[in-house]
């Protein structure tokens, strides 16, 4: 079998109703139980024949030899010359960065227990300010994990607009806060705006010594010192580790104080699970290899442009979010790893939301609209709540349902109340959500990412596109810089003179 685009473009496109007539086994051939999460995509247009040719083709980019390099500890990350090491913060990896790692999270550790015996005074409310990967992943993992547990009240807060950080001040007791200050530079300038004015709230509000109630997450320790934050309160971790990849790292400090340690070592160890899983098993099984397949027919055969993961839990309302940053600043990418063009597309267009409330929302586009967009659903079986089950029970027949019509489709006469049917989706079930699970799926879908990155031929771990509208922003704020016609208006429609 040739192993290049054209072997796949070839194949026959089947209407998922025939592949499953077909195929009798079709259904045991593309699901698989990894980590307590069942993963299911029969209802893709995956085949045996795709699989094998997406297998070829991985032969081919060397996906083996690169994924040894990931876990090897050696340079992936081409452009920045960096190893890329967030498999090291859960034990899988290069033994030196995997020791290293450990330490990390033993001072970590080490500081979460003087907070819980009050040796910073007596905390009950935690400020966790961020931005991009240093408040997506904190923020999914609280507010997933988080909502039974009463040790602390944790905000993150990441919008530089001041309503966001107001909106905690009214909430929060300064003088029982926690403020952390999370930037792999120390110098992100959203981050260190929100972290003065923290400050300056907590001044403003009779705390005597506040910066001995700040807590730095960095990369860059010597520059969280010279911010006023001493040296005993630094947690580092390593450069390494990409910001949207960093909840493993310290950057998990909120979630592990808010959490409980027990609860952030079950979430390492869960990612680890998967990451064994990635790691050891032909890519015919191996789920983030599958989830990539599908994703890179989609996008390189079908040309879809977007694809839409949907939680049908509200404890997961956040996933879509983090993986948009996760799959687009990851892959929406131009360029090759040599600097060439692409020539093909990368990344989809990563959006969603939270059942059941999206099938009053969007849900009208994805059944009858003129767009191809594959769907993912994400459930749980066990219930989050302690209501009838009828509530739980209506939550899932929706999610199932759902991808059974997108699938099927109807035909009527009226074509306004026609449904064209064949329409892709995936399904994520996990046993329960618990660290350990979640921990899984989150690492799953980093893998996923890597796999399609790989296939592409394009570098997935760094980031330049986030640098040029940062820079013009704050060469407008110095002054003294020409912008086009349509930006000096709108900045003199702003500021004036």
């Given amino acids: 079998m040739a192993a290049d685009w054209s072997t796949i473009e070839s194949l026959p496109q089947t209407p998922l109703l025939d592949l499953f007539a077909n195929d009798p086994n079709r259904l045991a051939s593309l699901s698989l139980d990894v980590a307590g ?31 040894d390099a990931l876990f090897g500890g050696e340079v992936v990350n081409v452009t920045e010359g960096r190893a890329v090491e967030h498999t090291a913060e ?42 991009g990967g240093s408040a997506l992943g904190p923020d999914l993992l609280v507010d997933a994990l988080g909502r039974d547990t009463d040790r602390y009240d944790v905000a993150i807060v990441s919008n530089v607009d001041g309503v966001a950080l107001e909106e905690v001040f009214k909430r929060f007791d300064p003088a029982a806060t926690l403020l952390v200050v999370a930037s792999k530079t120390f110098t992100t300038t959203e981050t260190m705006l929100n972290a003065t004015s923290a400050l300056q709230w907590m001044t403003e509000n009779g705390v005597e010594d506040p910066y001995g109630r700040v807590i730095a997450l960095t990369a860059n ?58 790691r050891l098993t032909d890519l015919a099984q191996n789920a983030p290899a599958l989830a990539a397949f599908a994703d890179l027919y ?17 404890r997961l309302r956040l996933l879509p979010s983090y993986l948009q940053q996760l799959e687009m600043e990851s892959n929406g990418k131009g360029v090759t790893v040599d600097g060439e063009a692409v020539g093909r597309p990368t990344a989809a267009i990563t959006w969603g939301g939270v059942g059941t409330d999206a099938q009053h929302a969007v849900f009208q586009l994805l059944h009858q609209g003129t767009h191809l967009v594959p769907v993912e659903f994400i459930a749980v079986i066990e219930p989050g709540d302690v209501l009838s089950d009828d509530h739980h029970r209506q939550l899932l027949l929706n999610a199932f349902a ?19 049917g064949d329409r892709p989706s995936s399904t994520i079930l996990l046993d329960t959500l ?50 086009d016609p349509s930006t000096e208006d709108l900045i003199q429609r702003a500021f004036g003179a």
């Fill in 37 to 67: 999460i069942h993963f299911d995509w029969s209802k893709t247009h995956l085949t045996p024949e795709a699989v094998a040719a997406f297998v070829e083709l991985a032969k081919a980019k060397g996906l083996a030899a690169k994924r």
């Fill in 90 to 131: 859960r034990g899988e990896g290069n033994p030196e960065s995997v020791a290293t790692a450990r330490a990390s999270h033993a001072r970590m550790r080490a500081l979460i227990d003087a907070i819980e015996a009050e040796a910073l005074g007596p905390i009950r409310h935690v400020l966790h300010i961020g931005i």
């Fill in 221 to 278: 320790p010597d520059k969280a010192v010279e911010w006023g934050v001493d040296e005993t309160r630094i947690l580092s971790f390593a450069e390494s580790v990409g910001g949207r990849y960093s909840l493993w790292s310290t950057i998990g400090f909120p979630a592990a104080l808010g959490l409980g340690w027990d609860a952030f070592e079950e979430l390492l160890e869960g990612a680890a699970e998967m990451d064994r899983h990635f």
């Fill in 298 to 314: 989609y996008t390189q055969v079908r040309h879809a442009e977007t694809r839409a993961p949907f939680a049908y839990d509200e």
């Fill in 402 to 420: 759902q991808g059974a019509a997108l699938m099927k489709g109807k035909k009527v006469d009226d074509p306004a109340r026609s449904y064209s």
């Fill in 434 to 483: 618990d660290p350990r699970t979640l921990g899984a799926l989150i690492a799953f879908y980093e893998h996923r990412v890597f796999v399609n990155g790989v296939l592409l031929g394009i570098n997935s771990f760094d980031q330049f596109g986030v640098e040029l509208g940062k820079e013009m922003a704050k060469a407008a704020d110095q002054g003294g810089q020409e912008f």
